[in-house]
């Protein structure tokens, strides 16, 4: 089995920095492509920003110029850099990650339990 484990949420005040991290263990052979996703209470879950095994991004534009995503496939960790909160930040951030299995070697789609950030104006 994966798993993908969160971390680095909290209360941040409008204009702080946060980073998060996404650390995967379990049966991995390898990590396709990573996302970070956040959901806020009451709204749909949306994409912040992608990331693939070379490290091409993308971002959301809410999130451009504010974000980056990054990480390190020696460690199968990957992280969300966040400058200049703002209080429409705030939402519970998840992880996913496209995994290939050792077990099969096919690839499935893992996600974390999530971690709360909230920005205080």
């Known amino acids: 089995q994966v798993q993908l484990v969160e971390s680095g949420g909290g209360l941040v005040q409008a204009g702080g920095s946060l980073r998060l991290s996404c650390a995967a263990s379990?049966?991995?052979?390898?990590?396709?492509?990573m996302a970070w996703y956040r959901q806020a209470p009451g709204k749909q879950r949306e994409l912040v920003a992608t990331?693939?095994?070379?490290?091409?991004?993308n971002y959301a534009d809410s999130v451009k110029g504010r974000c980056t995503i990054s990480r390190d496939n020696a460690k199968n960790t990957m992280y969300l850099q966040m400058n200049s909160l703002k209080p429409e930040d705030t939402a519970v951030y998840y992880c996913?990650?496209?995994?290939?299995?050792?077990?099969?070697?096919?690839?499935?789609?893992?996600w974390g339990q999530g971690t709360q950030v909230t920005v205080s104006s």
């Open positions: 379990g049966s991995i052979f390898s990590i396709n492509a």
């Open positions: 990331i693939t095994s070379g490290g091409s991004t």
């Open positions: 996913n990650g496209r995994v290939v299995v050792t077990t099969t070697l096919r690839a499935y789609d893992f």
